[in-house]
């Protein structure tokens, strides 16, 4: 995991980068134990686990939204790199990046937007066994959704107005 | 939609990822304009719903788990012993260390399902032995890199786990059925290995005696029960292949800090994010996947590909065949996970239609991807190896070629007789009907 380095200024980015990864390790940490504990019980039935479904589909549906946010900021996702490499550094890849830019603006508009009402459908909506609300399970669409966007117009703004030091405007 | 529509879709589809989207966002634009494109706006309300419900199926849980497995086997000392067991026993046939490198991978398969896991990992450890063995350091890479295919063909497999998931095939059925095909890689692999060692006069290492082979099976003998507790496990019904890759998580984790004590606490939080992003370039691919999918089955497309394919013809071998090409084709291009996600409505249906197994079609479908990770310019496997070996990717794919002939021996083995495939899940678990 990169952690800050001493003395260097901890900034609101950073704070959310070690959070999403944290975030997700944590949920991919308590799925572990809640599985190894599911075949535990299956033989020594100390306890019930009933109530282990609707938590596991909770963690999951975190661990991949939180996850594909956090390696969203570090564009760290698969991609077809081959027409990027070969512009780079031309005012090609530049045209490129900003189209690459948009495009992706608008399938980030719409996942936030639409996981939003989706979220807001389920209100009211509660599990059967712990009773707890539904939003909770569909809210992390769009929570990694405005993480994604905020990283995404950040990148358009130094498009369009490089920041000093942003040789290429990235 | 009309044939043109559905050409546009799939153009679409490709224009953005050459552009350079990540694929995930290329496969959910792609429905997303195609919903707008149809006046059918309120479709928009699909894309999250799909692409949640297309990740949180509990069988896809086996991914992070599997993928963790192999990742705290390579950090925790069991990958080493797996190659000393493997040096042991087949060392001395000529070409030596390139037939361990073969045997090693077919048991590592055994406890990992990735095949990244296996030329990173393994490859690691292969490599170095080859290249202090004076092997030229090509033909390490090459063996390293062919023989990491083998492992999500033997099970466990990550591949077959999403297979079964977006099928509703048996995952049980699947790891079953990857049994002969692994054997029959690493079989095809060796012969290839002997006859390069040959030519070129590589060396062999001394035949060992019974005493020290047994030594280097008692040392190795913790690290070789995983496959028998994953796979017997499944099969004795005790957990589910779900289930499964948590008890391998969890025999890794008890082998590599209590028993060789190869990893420490403080390697963790490392190990499950290296897992975790792993994971997630397939999670998002697989839920964006899940929504293009929907869009393909509602606008009905692969009914039309269906209808045009068989119209050309009925018979099986040529579907098959073709179904081959396309796969191979798209693995020199693209990712193999995304490969399967991608083509898995189009062609189910098609297989269904002329009445090949859905076991036996998983299984080649994933030998396809598999041989997929070596062609260039986009195979995983490749880059994996030549970033571990230091050998560029283009004189690394070149010394591939006669490995990859063997490997596609072994596909048309497994597309054209599909007992290889069949036999071992129909005599263990009962003819499928």
């Known amino acids: 995991m990169r ?16 959070a999403l990864r944290w975030g997700s390790v944590l949920c991919l940490v308590f ?6 504990a599911g075949v535990l019980v299956r033989f020594v039935p100390l306890f019930s686990l009933g109530w282990a479904d609707e938590v596991v589909e909770l963690a999951f549906a975190w661990m991949v939204f939180l996850g594909t946010a956090a390696l969203w900021r570090e564009d760290a996702h698969i991609a077809v790199t081959f027409l990027s490499d070969l512009l780079s550094g031309t005012p090609g890849g ?23 009402l989706l979220a807001g459908q389920a209100v009211g909506n509660r599990t059967p066994i712990l009773e707890w609300p539904k939003p909770l399970w569909y809210v992390s669409i769009p929570v990694a959704g405005i993480v994604m966007l905020g990283h995404t117009l950040r990148r358009a703004i130094r498009l369009i107005r490089p920041a000093p030091g942003d040789r290429r405007g990235r | 939609m009309t044939p043109v529509e559905t050409l546009a879709v799939f153009g679409v589809l490709a224009a953005l990822m050459l ?22 706006p309120d479709l928009l309300s699909m894309v999250p719903q799909r692409m949640y419900a297309g990740t949180t199926s509990f069988p896809l849980l086996a991914i992070p788990f599997f993928i963790l497995a192999g990742n705290l086997m390579n950090t925790g000392g069991m990958t080493q012993r797996i190659f000393r067991v493997a040096r042991c026993l087949v060392g001395h046939i000529k070409g030596g260390l390139g037939h361990v490198n073969v045997v090693a991978s077919m048991i590592f398969a055994g406890m990992s399902g990735s095949a990244v896991a296996d030329a990173a990992g393994l490859g690691l450890v292969e490599i170095e032995a080859m290249r202090k063995a004076g092997y030229d350091p090509r033909f390490s890479a090459a063996v390293t890199a062919a023989s990491s295919t083998i492992g999500p063909i033997v099970p466990p497999s990550i591949p077959f786990v999403i297979f079964g998931s977006m099928t509703g095939t048996s995952v049980g059925r699947l790891f079953l059925g990857g049994f002969l095909p692994g054997l ?3 079989l095809a692999l060796m012969i290839t290995v002997y006859i390069i060692a040959t030519r070129r006069g ?33 099969l004795a019904g005790i957990f589910t292949p779900t289930e499964a890759s948590v008890v391998a998580c969890l025999y890794a984790l008890i082998l590599g800090l209590l028993l060789y004590r190869e990893i420490r606490v403080s390697d963790l939080p490392r190990i499950l994010w290296e897992t975790l992003e792993h994971t997630i370039r397939v999670m998002f691919i ?5 929504l293009f999918g929907w869009m393909l089955i509602q606008q009905r497309i692969p009914n039309l590909v269906v209808e045009g394919l068989v119209a050309l013809t009925d018979r099986r071998w040529v579907i098959l065949l073709i179904i081959n090409g396309i796969l191979l084709l798209l693995g020199c291009f693209m990712e193999g996970i995304a490969i399967m996600l991608l083509t898995i409505p189009v062609f189910m249906p098609l297989i269904a239609r002329v009445g090949v197994d859905p ?44 490995y990859m002939v063997a490997l596609l021996i072994s596909l048309g083995i497994v597309t054209y007789i599909p007992e290889v495939v069949l036999w071992v899940p129909d005599l263990l678990m009962g003819a499928a009907r």
Do not use: C, K
């Not at chain 1, 799925?31 to 190894?36: K, S």
């Not at chain 2, 990540?22 to 304009?33: C, K, N, Q």
């Not at chain 2, 697989?286 to 899940?290: D, E, G, N, Q, W």
């Open chain 2, 202 to 234: 590589y060396p062999q290492e001394r035949r060992v005696g019974a005493r020290e082979l047994l030594e280097a099976i008692l040392a190795g003998l913790p690290a070789l029960g995983a496959p028998a507790i994953i796979i017997g496990g499944i």
């Open chain 1, 3 to 18: 952690r800050p380095a001493v003395g260097r200024p901890v900034s609101a980015d950073r704070l959310l980068a070690a």
């Open chain 1, 31 to 36: 799925l572990l134990v809640l599985l190894a």
């Open chain 2, 286 to 290: 697989i839920s964006a996947a899940s």
């Open chain 2, 184 to 186: 029959l890689m690493g």
């Open chain 1, 94 to 116: 530049r045209l490129l990046e900003g189209l690459v830019t948009l495009l992706a603006l608008g399938f980030l508009v719409t996942l936030t937007w639409e996981g939003w």
């Open chain 2, 19 to 40: 552009l350079g989207l990540p694929i995930a966002v290329s496969m959910a634009l792609t429905a997303i304009l195609s919903f707008l494109a149809l006046g059918e």
């Open chain 2, 359 to 402: 076991v036996h079609f998983g299984v080649l479908m994933t030998l396809n991807l598999m041989i997929g990770l070596l062609t260039p310019p986009v195979g995983m496997a490749l880059y994996a190896v030549s970033s571990v070996s230091q050998v560029p990717l283009w004189p690394l794919a070149r010394e591939l070629w006669p």
